[in-house]
C-alpha cells in the first residue's frame, strides 16, 4: 500500500506544523473532523473515528492516533486501555480539508468487539452477514 | 483486499433487504451517515463522502455508489456527469451503525481534482505534501 514504513519520524510533527495542519482542517460546527484509520500495509480500513483539533495536536506530535470520543466528550487515546494502539505511519487529509486518512500500524484488533476491524457486517448473496469473528489475544 | 470480483449481483439488494439497512443504520441528527469508498482490489481508500437513506437505497439497488451532496443539497449520482462511476461490489457497515463501507469498483480518478483519490495532502518529512497528481483521462 504506501510503502512507507511504520516507526518513520516522518510522521511526527513539530509545532509550526501541527499549527499548519489544524488551521489547514475543516471541522465541523462541533469542532470535528472524520477520520479514516488504515492499515499501512495491507490497506484494510480499520475504522471511522473522529478528531477535534487537540486530537489532531496529540496523534502528530505524539505519532500515536487520539481520537475525540463524541459519547464520552474527552479525548480518547487509541489502545491506552486495551494496547490497541495505532501507530501513525502517515497522516493525510482531502481535497475539501474535510476528512482525514489516518495510515497507521495496527496492534491487536481494531475494534471493540475485538474483530480486527469495525466493518463487519456486509450485504451479501441476500442478506446481511456478519463477516468476521472477535480474534482471541493472546 | 476482498477478494470479491465486481459486477456480483451480490451487490444488489431486493426492497426488503434495502428497508432493513436502512433501518440498521445510524443516521446523525441531519440524516446522514459518512461513507467511505474503498477500491476492491488494491485497497486504496478513494474517498469520503456522505449517504441519507435515498442515496443508501439507490445504492443498494442500482449497484452504483449514490452519495448525498451536503453543498448542493440533493443525491449524487457519483460520476453521473464525469463517467467516474463506482461500481458497488460490497456494501458494508461497523460495529456501531454509523459508518459505511463501500468496496468498488473505480472507473477513472476518484477525486473531482482528477486525482485518483481525494487523501493527496501529507505530513510527510516536515511538510505538508502534494502526493499524487491529476491523471489526464484518454
Known amino acids: ?15 509550526k506544523l501541527v499549527a499548519e495542519v489544524v ?22 480500513v480499520l475504522m471511522l473515528a473522529w478528531m477535534n483539533a487537540e486530537a489532531v495536536r496529540e496523534t502528530l506530535q505524539a ?33 475539501d480539508r474535510d476528512a482525514v486518512l489516518l495510515v497507521v500500524d495496527q496492534t491487536g484488533p481494531a475494534c471493540h468487539t475485538e474483530r480486527p476491524n469495525c466493518f463487519f457486517h456486509a450485504v451479501r448473496d441476500g442478506s446481511v452477514r ?6 482471541p489475544q493472546d
Chains 1, 2 share one sequence.
Not at 500500500?1 to 509545532?15: L, Y
Not at 469542532?31 to 484509520?37: D, F, R, T
Request: with cysteine.
Open 63 to 95: 505519532g500515536r492516533a487520539c481520537y475525540w470520543s463524541r459519547s464520552r466528550g474527552q479525548l480518547w487515546r487509541k489502545g491506552e486501555s486495551s494496547g490497541h494502539v495505532q501507530q501513525l505511519v502517515e497522516f493525510r487529509y482531502d481535497c
Open 130 to 135: 456478519i463477516i468476521s469473528e472477535p480474534r
Open 1 to 15: 500500500m504506501s510503502g512507507t514504513k511504520p516507526g518513520k519520524t516522518g510522521a511526527i510533527a513539530d509545532e
Open 23 to 44: 488551521a489547514a482542517l475543516a471541522f465541523n460546527e462541533a469542532g470535528l473532523i472524520p477520520a479514516i484509520a488504515q492499515q499501512y500495509d495491507s490497506g484494510e
